[in-house]
Nanobody
């Protein structure tokens, strides 16, 4: 059993930045993904970015603005989000495909002036 605990969400103006963090309670093998999904109101949950020791994948909407990184020793994944747009407003969920797959509880990101 692994728990994923997110932090770093909040309210930011368009063009601003936020950094999300997600710490796993146990060891996530580097070959497994950790990443971030997001779900906007009335929309399906979608991948924002994911990372493993073998690859990094970004959603098209995240390329050039978001950077995912991971501290393998701390079992923590980060999402640096720059130049945020109102369309980025969503609940952001941490995720890993290790074991049976786990989700965090979600953190709200609101981009509004």
């Amino acid at each position: 059993q692994v728990q994923l605990v997110e932090s770093g969400g909040g309210l930011v103006q368009p063009g601003g930045s936020l950094r999300l963090s997600c710490a796993a309670s146990g060891t996530i093998s580097s070959n497994y993904f950790m990443g971030w999904f997001r779900q906007a109101p009335g929309k399906q949950r979608e991948l924002a970015a994911r990372v493993s020791a073998l690859s990094i994948l970004y959603a098209e909407s995240a390329k050039g603005r978001f950077t995912i990184s991971r501290d393998y020793a701390k079992n923590t994944v980060y999402l640096q989000m720059n130049n945020l747009e109102p369309e980025d407003t969503a609940v952001y969920y941490c995720w890993t495909n290790w074991g049976r797959g786990y989700w965090g509880q979600g953190t709200q990101v609101t981009v509004s002036s």
